[in-house]
């Protein structure tokens, strides 16, 4: 060995070495490679840093664990991040940071992912370091080269650099104090209960302990995360402060943590904030976790508490804002991170595999479980009411995950239930905006138990969340639990912050209360505004047979209405409920100027309702044409809240008079004119396109020429839009449903075959859900024309079959128009099965559009009929089963 050599090495061991951590594996045109070299050229040349590269070392030990070790031996961690963030980069740049090491964070070029986002909000958390971004890698080096030097400085300025016996520099960890993971091991198998009780468990994620002197404790803890079930944390409250007492936390500041954790869990609230509140006292030095950690605390108990409410929790929001240091518990980081990390995988797993053709068999859930255990364990040590409700929260949603990553829909019920324990109204009411088949199968079963749990709830989350519960449930519910309900209901002041929610409830189950006692609440709400928007009590009244109501009821509600009309027209009150009301009351409501003031569609509406004569579909018409020209711009988009297609459809169902037909056909011909030429999108299009195919086909069924030149006008109709939308709403037409719909006019006319048509229906998978909704919408009119041939009823069969599987409710749904159509015309035992079929469907959407179209005689038999609802008087649905025996 030479002596230039020796020399090299001699100085690299007195070096600072410096970790780098990238991705290595180029991207597109940019070349890691030759970023990581020019670095590690640089740190070579450098008095003071030596470079750790990866790629210039071989080792027999596993590369991940290989790297980590080394991480971990480092002096200081240059992390750079750009687009994406690779696997093997994430595990170090979390490793650095759990470790405290001396951190450079970069991220290059304006490119993110939710990973990076992950990786930097954990950064903030932990306080590991600031980070900067850079838009590109000009330069990079140098000002990396920079900063390592100005990270030296700040190390001696702040006295972390030390040099040990004239050896090697090394770094002193000056970490706030936390707890030791090693704590939890006295929690023993209690670690296990949760993923035991989920028949998730594995054995090697169970801590292990010569002593579980807390399992008691982390039995107690887990009834309560999972059943509600008080516990005190008093008997072990000697045994927490002494294995606490290096845990950062003074004891007396622990001590009163622990006694506000106790009052939290009896709903003792107030006291609890007494508690916090001398915690939060108690800690002299402001500037740490755990005095923002109590604030936390003290933000979310003062929302349980009506004499403080939301400008309290603000102001302690402002004051945690203004901290400098963390308020997470780090240990609890540490398992929160793993449960993310863990879902996150597992997710990504279950996309690349076959669900038909794949069976998973992992512990990711076990593990899962197992850290959100650690999670409340550590939490309950600390005293932290916050984070321990947070457990459960991540446990209910970690379920949900997980029950589309393993598909078991059960999961998903279990996270919904532990949703209604938390009190998180907002998580179970979006759980069931978009709930799936199987977890609508769940619902009959579980709707007593999901109200019991309200019980459990925290008072001051109770009412929120018993309004949506109810709102879901109520077809479910027993006698004696819509009477337990609408006593809830009843408490007036309960509802004050949830108004919206409760109306919804109290919607839900004005058919199953004394009538007497519906009205008497309604003019309670009515009088008092007790609503945010007055649509939602409008939507009740609507709902309500008045002719069969009591007259000095209705007298009584009338009134209600008539004293705070004013008030109820600002806030979107229908005045066609007005003009309902007041047909049934005999006296006037609303005044001639507050009607001059209604718009031409309000006031149709209204009038219509007091002496029936057209006026609602006339003034329908009208909207018609004015959405359709407002929108004939391309530069703009404005939607409505009033949908005319919905009414103008079916009157043309009924037999509309001589001027309805000529005024919609005058509006329908000027809208056919300028479609070719429109200028707006194809929603804004959307309500005159499927007013035009229910009139042409409504035409040809009854044999009736269209108006002169319409088959020109349909001709010259472009097959495809010509551009999609940038704007669309989920359920309004684009251009997938402008082609099913243009189509189905020129099927109609004449101008195009019918195989052409259902060829749509053959590829129905492919389409858009406003396509797959268009397509089966105008198979019924084409079928109920006679526009399809006989020869093609089987295909027609197998289409309706094929959807029938559909995952969307609404589309099965939907479809049960095309199916009584077709039975109606080729009377094939084909269509009746299906009907049986939809009998047993898992949505009551689905069986309750069956007993409509029963009730309708939409089947033309009345044989069939009275055998399908005579399956669905057996239904156990309250409301299916009330409109089978009542409509």
Not at 102 to 122: A, D, Q
Not at 696 to 701: A, D, P
Not at 851 to 870: N, S
């Amino acid at each position: 060995m030479g002596a230039n050599k020796m020399d090299a090495e001699v100085i690299d061991r007195d070096r600072i070495e410096v970790f780098v951590s990238s991705s290595m594996r180029d991207e597109g045109d940019f070349s890691w490679q030759q970023l990581r070299n020019e670095l590690n050229c640089a740190l070579l040349k450098s008095d003071i840093f030596k470079p750790f590269a990866i790629e210039f070392h071989a080792s027999i030990e596993p590369s991940s664990s290989y790297y980590l070790n080394r991480l971990a031996q480092s002096d200081i961690v240059i992390g750079i991040i750009r687009s994406e963030l690779r696997p093997g980069t994430s595990r170090e740049l979390y490793h650095a940071i759990r470790l405290r090491k001396p951190l450079l964070l970069v991220k290059l070029e304006s490119g993110t992912s939710p990973e990076i986002e992950s990786l930097l909000r954990y950064a903030r958390e932990m306080d590991a370091c600031t980070y900067v971004g850079r838009p590109n890698d000009s330069g990079l080096v140098p000002y990396l080269m920079d900063q390592l030097n100005n990270v030296m400085v700040d190390l001696f300025h702040n006295r972390r650099f030390e040099i040990e016996d004239g050896g090697s520099a090394v770094f002193t960890d000056i970490a706030p104090v936390s707890i030791p993971e090693d704590v939890l091991d006295a929690f023993g198998s209690s670690v296990a209960l949760i993923s035991k009780k989920f028949n998730y468990h594995a054995d090697w994620l169970e801590r292990r302990s010569d002593n579980p002197y807390l399992f008691f404790l982390g039995e107690k803890a887990v009834n309560w995360l999972l059943y509600g079930t008080p516990f005190s944390v008093g008997a072990f409250k000697a045994g927490i402060l002494e294995i606490m007492k290096d845990s950062g936390i003074p004891r007396d500041t622990l001590s009163l943590r622990l006694d506000a954790l106790d009052a939290s869990i009896e709903g003792r609230y107030s006291k609890c904030y007494e508690l916090l509140q001398r915690a939060c006292d108690s800690i002299e030095s402001k500037d740490c976790w755990a005095y923002g950690n109590c604030l936390i605390d003290k933000r979310t108990v003062a929302g349980m508490l009506s004499e403080y409410g939301f400008g309290t929790q603000w102001s302690i929001q402002k004051q945690i804002d203004a901290l400098s240091a963390p308020v997470y518990i780090p240990l609890a980081l540490k398992f929160e991170e793993e449960v993310g990390t863990a879902v996150l995988n597992a997710s990504r797993e279950a996309r690349a595999v076959n669900p038909y053709t794949t069976i998973r068999h992992d512990a990711s859930l076990a593990s899962v479980m197992s850290n959100i255990s650690c999670l409340l364990f550590s939490s309950i040590l600390c005293g932290s009411i916050s984070s321990a409700l947070y457990s459960r929260s991540l446990l209910a949603n970690s379920l949900i995950d997980y029950s589309s990553i393993y598909n078991r829909p059960e999961l998903e019920l279990e996270g919904i239930k532990l949703l209604v324990l938390q009190g998180d109204a907002k998580g179970f009411d979006n759980r069931f905006a978009y709930k799936s088949d199987g977890l609508r199968s769940f619902l009959p079963s579980c709707a007593e138990e999901l109200w019991h749990l309200t019980s459990l709830t925290a008072q001051a989350y109770r009412p929120s969340t018993s309004s949506v519960v109810i709102k879901e449930c109520a077809p479910y519910f027993s006698d004696d639990t819509i009477c337990d309900a609408w006593n809830t209901l009843n408490v007036v002041d309960d509802f004050r912050r949830c108004e919206s929610k409760w109306i919804k409830a109290i919607d839900m189950i004005k058919m199953r209360v004394e009538e007497k006692s519906l009205v008497s609440l309604l003019c309670q709400v009515v009088d008092q505004h007790l609503y945010t928007v007055a649509s939602d009590v409008s939507n009740v009244i609507a709902g309500m047979d008045l002719d069969k109501i009591d007259n000095g009821l209705v007298d009584q509600l009338g009134s209600s209405l008539k004293s705070n009309s004013d008030e109820l027209l600002k806030n979107n009150f229908s005045a066609g409920v007005f003009g309902c009301v007041e047909k049934c009351c005999g006296f006037s409501i609303l005044s001639e100027e507050q009607v001059e003031r209604l718009s031409t569609f309000e006031r149709g509406c209204y009038l219509d309702n007091k002496s029936p004569a057209y006026n609602t579909e006339m003034a329908c018409i009208d909207e018609l044409r004015r959405q359709f020209d407002s929108n004939n711009r391309s530069d703009f988009h404005s939607g409505f809240s009033i949908r005319p297609s919905s009414l103008l459809c079916r009157s043309l169902d009924d037999v509309p008079s001589e001027s309805f037909n000529a005024s919609l056909a005058g509006v329908l011909e000027h809208c056919l004119k300028g479609l070719p030429t429109y200028q707006g999108s194809p929603c804004s299009a959307g309500e005159a396109m499927s007013v035009l195919n229910k009139f042409v086909c409504r035409c040809v069924r009854d044999g009736k020429a269209l108006p002169v030149g319409w088959t020109d006008l349909i001709s010259e109709l472009p097959d495809e839009w010509p551009e999609d939308p940038v704007f669309r709403e989920p359920i309004s037409m684009d251009s997938c449903a402008w082609s099913v719909r243009c189509l189905a006019l020129k099927v109609a006319t004449g101008l195009a075959t019918d195989i052409e048509f259902l060829t749509f229906g053959i590829k129905f998978d492919a389409l858009t859900a406003a396509g797959q909704r268009a397509f089966l919408e105008v198979l019924e009119q084409l079928i109920v024309c006679n526009a399809i041939c006989d020869q093609y009823r089987g295909v027609v069969s197998a289409i309706c079959s094929s959807v029938m599987l559909s995952e969307d409710s609404a589309v099965r749904a939907i479809l049960l128009d095309s199916v009584a159509a077709a039975y109606r015309r080729w009377g094939s035992c084909s269509f009746s099965d299906l009907a049986f079929q939809s009998i047993h469907d898992v949505s009551s959407n689905v069986a309750f559009r069956l007993v409509r179209l029963c009730k309708q005689g939409k089947f033309d038999d009345a044989i069939l009929e009275q055998k399908l609802l005579g399956e669905l008087s057996n239904d156990s649905n309250w409301f299916i089963r009330w409109h089978v025996a009542n409509d």
